[in-house]
């Protein structure tokens, strides 16, 4: 901690080491209301990394915070800067210059710049641009400025120059790309967003940031679900991908799935999340038909008399049987589940090996087709006349990898010849 006079008033301002006034001390606004002072730390935070020279000014001139590129640009030692007013580096021919800018931006409370000339770019006779802004705390008892300063006729290093042309490149992809982009805060404000995303909900940027998007923008019944995949990000430190609704400003809903990062600061206290937004209207609709056409196979299957299975391979695993099967062969679903050649157990021996080599041969690819009678005694003690064939095969690089088949009792309409073996009428 060290001490500095003010240059206009003789006040001594104490000074820390990382070159910011301390709490309670003169030369800086303290701010009751905890969300406006994470809002105002977070802005002058975003210019911390800023290409430009950048500085704090409290409601005396008074420096009290400084980026990385002040001390090159006012040639002087980084800790000596805070602590002196802004005005004492500016040579005494634009004093009233100086002054009369920081007096308009406070009376008009608008962006204002104004050309000088610094004592350290007196020799070679460069003016210096300054640009500002100020910040008033709600209450208007105090204030700051917030000040840019550039060369007037920069000559860029390439370091910087590449640093600009990255940060245009990286802005322009992301406000024209379709994808939806946003960044929201934990108070519900949306900051920045790109077109796509007012394109989504239907409303401008001005609008969205007058809205809160956990209130506004999400139906109530995803507001927990939302808030605990939110808490899992900051548990983690992971971005997470979820999906959910949005309320559109016509009123109507829209599915998103949305892929959100967590900016913390230093103490790991969120700042802001950053989301990519997807619409996934047509991949919810396909979704909706699929369901739809499988509710109506299910109801086909379960009141049909023939039996209905699929089976994948390798390894092989019968996926979906319908309630014919338990009907005629007498055993249940899940044992054919567990053991998906169950059903050749039931086939009489004569039958057995022919059909179990024509069933292996057709799932390696060796045949093309598979189509058989055979005979079985189901669980009752009946005999039953099987039709069995495949339907239908999913081919992955040449191999088989998918089976279906229907599978039909002809009891009744192909007697056999009793000297073989007869066929129970009942089963």
Known sequence: MRSEQDNRGGRDIRV??????????????????????????HYVSLYQSAPFPYLVLDEKGIITRINDLV??????????????????FVTKDDHEIFD?????ILVTGERQSCEIVLKSRQKN????????????????????????????????PPEIREKYQKTAFLS???E??????AVAYPNGQIRICNTSFEALLGYTSEELASLDWARDLTPDEWKEFEL??????????????YEKEYIRKDGTRIPVELYVHLVTDAGGTPQYYYSFISDISERKSAELKLRENEERFRQLAENVEQIFWFTTLDPEQVTYVNPSFERIWGVRAEELYKDPRIWTGCILPEDKNRV????????????????VEFRIRNKQGGIRLIHDRGAAIIRKGGAPVQVSGIAEDITDRKPRDDSKTSVSPSS
């Open 100 to 104: 009369a800018f920081l007096n308009g």
């Open 176 to 181: 024209h790309t379709s994808h939806p982009f």
């Open 228 to 241: 605990e995949r939110l808490r899992e990000l900051l548990r983690t430190g992971h971005p997470v991908s």
């Open 356 to 371: 179990i080599k024509a069933f292996t041969s057709w799932i390696k690819g060796k045949t093309s087709r598979y189509d």
């Open 16 to 41: 820390s080491s990382d070159g910011e006034v301390p709490p309670g001390e003169p030369g800086r606004i303290e701010r009751e209301n905890p969300e406006e002072d994470t809002i105002h730390r």
């Open 125 to 156: 006779g460069e003016k210096t641009r300054c640009t500002g802004t100020v910040y008033q705390d709600p209450a208007g008892s105090s204030h700051e400025w917030f000040i840019v300063l550039t060369e007037c006729n920069p000559v860029e």
């Open 71 to 88: 001390p090159r640009f006012l040639s002087e030692r980084p800790e000596r800067i805070p602590g002196q007013s802004l005005r004492s």
């Open 172 to 174: 322009y992809l992301i």
